[in-house]
């Protein structure tokens, strides 16, 4: 079996009947939903099948539905798949996952965590984020310093695609700056806050404490983290830089670059959509990722790599 690379979606991935397809025709991916109900006592199944979207889309619902969709799709991949990873990466939330898939965090842990995360960060609700296409890094960050407030360059997801955070008067105004400065277009996101700006400050001590009562082992593969965009091989140091990822950009690209120096022959982004997949080809057209999501696609991977 080649080496593989494994990517795990972050917010922004939802959708309304994400997981239901899988649940219907595997028993173990439905026991896993159940799990997840009974740990966190919300209804995640009804949230994920039937919506509806307002309901699914706030951070506090969308962050563990999709970690339960990934998470329920990595768990019916073949053994010989898994056993192939070489490195993974998950995007904002997806890092969570990825830790999971790498038996650092139990599944039930990563659930509490994620759903504190959610709530902690919702109630946060005072900025917002846009998407600046076709413009450079520096450029973006040139802009956001520029205006006389709070916004700043928070996900560097692929060249020429940044997304930037913070206060919404002042991501207005670098929105404007950016369009004179040359952006293709800008894209205001609908989202509940100022993810990965220094307006998470709020949320950080309350994630730091419940990081520090969770119990983390070494990863069984290296975990590329966002903030620092360098494979973490051990669970103090995925404790600290989940913590650290909070108020830090999302650098995508340079975990992209981390994560094809462990020299993966195969991509694939295992949970709803396919965003990361897309994302990995304006990175590096060499680089061509499988989506494996749902039970079509888990049947396909099966058919083509058990035993």
């Known amino acids: 079996m080649t080496a593989l690379a494994l990517l795990l979606p972050g917010q922004g991935s939802q959708a309304v009947g994400m997981g239901r397809d899988l649940a219907a025709a595997f028993p173990e991916a439905g026991e896993i939903y159940e799990r997840a109900e009974e740990v966190l006592g919300i209804p995640l199944r009804e949230l994920s099948f039937e919506g509806p979207a307002e309901e699914l889309t706030r951070t506090e619902n969308a962050q563990p539905a999709i ?34 898939c790498a038996g650092s965090l139990s599944f039930e842990d990563a659930l509490h965590l994620v759903r504190e995360r959610g709530e902690l960060m919702a109630r946060a609700r005072n900025g917002t984020m846009a998407a600046v296409l076709g413009l450079e890094d520096e450029k973006v960050r040139e802009v956001c310093s520029a205006v006389d407030g709070i916004v700043v360059a928070a996900n560097f997801n692929a060249p020429g695609q940044v997304v930037i955070s913070g206060e919404e008067a002042a991501v207005a105004e670098a929105s404007g ?41 070494d990863p069984s593969f290296p975990v590329v983290a966002n903030a620092e965009a360098r494979p973490v091989t051990t669970g103090r140091e995925a404790r600290e830089l989940l913590v650290e990822q909070l108020t830090s950009p999302v650098r995508w690209v340079g975990s992209v670059e981390a994560m094809r120096e462990k020299g993966p022959e195969r991509w694939i982004e295992v949970g709803p959509g396919r965003v990361l ?14 989506a494996v999501g749902s039970a079509a696609e888990v049947r396909a991977m099966r058919e083509r790599d058990d035993g």
């Open 277 to 290: 997949t897309g994302l990995l080809r304006r990175i590096d057209r060499s680089l061509v990722g499988e």
């Open 177 to 217: 700056r950016a369009g004179e400065a040359g952006a293709r277009r800008v894209v205001p996101l609908d989202v509940s806050g100022a993810f990965h700006s220094p307006l998470m400050e709020v949320a950080r001590e309350g994630l730091a404490e419940a990081l520090e009562r969770t119990e983390f082992e």
């Open 67 to 100: 970690l339960c969709h990934s998470y329920a799709a990595w768990s019916l991949l073949p053994e010989a798949v898994k056993d192939s990873v070489v490195v993974a990466a998950g995007h904002s939330l997806g890092e969570f996952t990825a830790y999971t």
